[in-house]
């Protein structure tokens, strides 16, 4: 009896502290934050001065970024409990359930933001340390409260959204130099079509929580389609950039150009269709191409 006691408070430990352990890949939106992360590993991978790939050296900035992105995430989600449990698709998280105190998300965002820039600062430099923890407060403090206010927030958190990929190239070079601000193009344009399939998607759940997120204030519209063409068309030069920096070579230029291109057809496609489906095939679209970029930017460094 005494072993079968024993045996249900280990077995009761381990499912609580499983469970907790989800729920803090919950509050850091892990998937989310390894997008991230991995175009921040990319960047810094790309820089002229990091001839040889240091395993050690990439997977210490790798969790670095996972820090104070998921930093950046707890803090949203703590201070977004109350409309988090009004919209179905986060009414799960942790603090918007109940799971945990608003108290404890603050300080796992503080151990984290703190964490991530202290190896950020020690490990490669302060300049890219600097940087990242301006990301997290201008995400956190900035761009989540401005959601409720106007739709200039999207503007507003394509900042620190782009931000990754300058902090990964200022930890490679400690220099604000044309290549990082170049990455930080891509990934800044490449948000808006991205986000607003996401917020077309997700528009009666966000307009429940009282958030503002589209470019127009009546929803989904032909105004809000024409907004991700044309940024859609914007990336297209900007991905060239790489190749005539001489960051890249010939074969990810085509391959950019290409994925460039469909971006734009399908929020061509969105216009005239004005359907879910054909924002989902906007925001999926989006998803493979910042992955396929950043990959053959890599892969045909020079």
């Given at each position: 009896m005494e072993k079968e006691t024993t045996n249900n408070i280990a077995g009761s430990l381990s499912f609580r502290m499983a469970s907790k352990v989800k729920d803090y890949f919950l509050l850091i939106k892990f998937t989310l934050?390894?997008?991230?992360?991995?175009?921040?590993?990319?960047?810094?991978?790309?820089?002229?001065?990091?001839?040889?790939?240091?395993?050690?050296?990439?997977?210490?900035?790798?969790?670095?970024?996972?820090?104070?992105t998921g930093g950046a995430n707890a803090i949203n989600q703590t201070l977004e409990k109350n409309?988090?449990?009004?919209?179905?698709?986060?009414?799960?998280?942790?603090?918007?359930?109940?799971?945990?105190?608003?108290?404890?998300?603050?300080?796992?965002?503080?151990?984290?933001?703190?964490?991530?820039?202290?190896?950020?600062g020690f490990f490669f430099n302060w300049s890219s340390a600097l940087l990242a923890l301006?990301?997290?407060?201008?995400?956190?403090?900035?761009?989540?409260?401005?959601?409720?206010?106007?739709?200039?927030?999207?503007?507003?958190?394509?900042?620190?959204?782009?931000?990754?990929?300058?902090?990964?190239?200022?930890a490679a070079t400690n220099e604000f130099s044309a290549g990082g601000w170049i990455l930080f193009a891509i990934q800044f344009l490449w948000q808006f079509p991205h986000f607003w399939a996401?917020?077309?998607?997700?528009?009666?759940?966000?307009?429940?929580?009282?958030?503002?997120?589209?470019?127009?204030?009546?929803?989904?519209?032909?105004?809000?389609?024409?907004?991700?063409?044309?940024?859609?068309?914007?990336?297209?030069?900007?991905?060239?950039m790489p190749y005539f920096f001489k960051m890249s070579g010939v074969v990810s230029m085509w391959i950019i150009l290409l994925?460039?291109?469909?971006?734009?057809?399908?929020s061509i496609n969105l216009f005239y269709k004005m359907d879910k489906k054909s924002a989902r095939f906007v925001m999926f679209g989006s998803y493979f191409y910042i992955m396929f970029v950043f990959i053959s930017l890599y892969a045909n460094k020079l």
């Open positions: 934050s390894f997008l991230v992360v991995f175009t921040t590993v990319i960047s810094y991978l790309l820089a002229p001065n990091v001839v040889e790939f240091d395993l050690p050296k990439v997977l210490l900035l790798f969790f670095a970024g996972m820090l104070v409309t988090d449990a009004l919209m179905k698709r986060t009414s799960k998280r942790p603090v918007a359930a109940g799971r945990m105190q608003p108290t404890e998300g603050y300080m796992f965002a503080a151990v984290c933001g703190i964490g991530g820039t202290l190896i950020l301006f990301s997290l407060v201008l995400y956190g403090f900035v761009y989540t409260p401005l959601k409720k206010v106007n739709s200039i927030a999207v503007l507003v958190g394509a900042f620190p959204g782009a931000l990754p990929c300058l902090i990964g190239w200022v996401i917020a077309w998607l997700a528009h009666e759940d966000y307009t429940r929580a009282g958030f503002k997120l589209l470019p127009s204030d009546k929803g989904p519209t032909k105004f809000t389609a024409i907004q991700g063409i044309i940024y859609s068309m914007l990336m297209v030069p900007i991905g060239l994925c460039n291109l469909i971006m734009v057809a399908l």
